[in-house]
């Protein structure tokens, strides 16, 4: 009986083994998505705005803003 006491209460290797794999494999995975995504900006801007004169030239050819109504009156949002 004296020898079953002497055990002391350790993980089987295999256990070791299978949570060192899933943490390497987790690493993986977040490293793969951290270099997929590296924060790259896109905007929903008309192509050809960035050469524009000003604000106002920008949007005048923008073809979703052609009904918009007179130019007489001009708003600016900040």
């Known amino acids: 009986m004296s020898s079953l006491n002497n055990t002391s209460p ?3 290797p295999a256990v070791i083994t299978a ?4 943490l390497v494999c987790l690493l ?8 997929r995504h590296k924060g790259t900006y896109h905007t929903n801007e008309a192509k ?3 050469f524009a004169e000003s604000a ?3 949007l005048q050819s923008d073809p979703a803003l052609q009904d918009a109504g ?3 009156r001009k708003e600016y949002f900040i």
Do not use: K
């Open 10 to 12: 350790s993980p089987h």
């Open 19 to 22: 949570v060192a794999l899933v």
């Open 28 to 35: 993986f995975v977040m490293l793969r998505y951290l270099y």
């Open 48 to 50: 050809g705005t960035e």
């Open 56 to 58: 106002d030239m920008a």
């Open 70 to 72: 007179d130019n007489s």
